[in-house]
């Protein structure tokens, strides 16, 4: 399941096109629930990207830099002992 939340956007359709209309600096929230694929892979010369998907195909890709990668990996991590979540 995906929800996307987007705040105060205006888009028009014209002629089986759709086109952002409205002011630039409006915000949006994705969330992507039940993955059933996951792959983490080099994106460009700089960047992970990390690519999730669900059952019906939905997709959402996350472009990060080393550093960041890095940082998610050592608070996986961390959860790993302090979170119910990896409780076997």
């Keep these: 399941m995906i929800t996307i939340d987007l705040d105060n956007f205006m888009f028009e359709l014209k002629d089986g096109s759709l086109k952002h209309v409205g002011t ?3 915000t949006a929230t994705t969330k992507l629930y039940d993955v ?3 792959e983490i892979r080099e994106f460009g010369d700089e960047r992970v990207k990390i ?3 669900d ?3 939905n ?3 996350i472009a990060l ?3 960041q990668a890095e940082k ?3 608070q996986i991590e961390a959860m790993k002992t302090e979170s119910r979540v990896f409780d076997e």
């Design 24 to 26: 630039s600096n409006n």
């Design 36 to 38: 059933t694929s996951l």
């Design 51 to 53: 690519a999730c998907e």
């Design 55 to 57: 059952e019906s195909g």
């Design 59 to 61: 997709t959402v890709e």
């Design 65 to 67: 830099f080393p550093e």
């Design 72 to 74: 998610a990996a050592e």
